[in-house]
């Protein structure tokens, strides 16, 4: 069983940047689609960002477009989300999650994804 582990999250000013990690247990191969999302208080979990299961297709919620960007390292088991402009509107607990996908493009609903990390919190206040 895939276990995901994220990290990264804190306290930023209002422009400032983050990059959030998820280690995985086990090596995400292609066959794998990866997602971000996070919830804030009182609102659904949303996607913000998407890669397909060869990392050639991404996808990104339109608030965060140009600002946000999706990787990942296969050599690493990681994936990350190197978040600038950062604004209060970003303020939420930030999920990753995987899934194997035959498609060859990304998936951007929750209940595509069977595998879920913790966690992080990321607050954007001055």
């Known amino acids: 069983q895939t276990h995901l582990v994220e990290s990264g999250g804190g306290l930023v000013q209002p422009g400032g940047s983050l990059r959030l990690s998820c280690l995985a247990s086990?090596?995400?191969?292609?066959?794998?689609?990866m997602g971000w999302f996070r919830q804030a208080p009182g609102r659904r979990r949303e996607c913000v960002a998407a890669l397909s299961p060869t990392g050639a297709r991404t996808w990104y919620k339109d608030t965060v477009k140009g600002r946000f960007t999706i990787s990942r390292a296969d050599a690493t088991n990681t994936l990350y989300l190197q978040m600038n402009n950062l604004n209060p509107e970003d303020t939420a607990v930030y999920y990753c999650?995987?899934?194997?996908?035959?498609?060859?493009?990304?998936?951007?609903?929750?209940?595509?994804?069977?595998?879920w990390g913790q966690g992080t919190q990321v607050t954007v206040s001055s």
């Open positions: 999650a995987a899934t194997p996908y035959t498609e060859q493009n990304y998936a951007t609903a929750d209940w595509e994804y069977d595998y």
């Open positions: 086990e090596r995400m191969f292609n066959g794998y689609a």
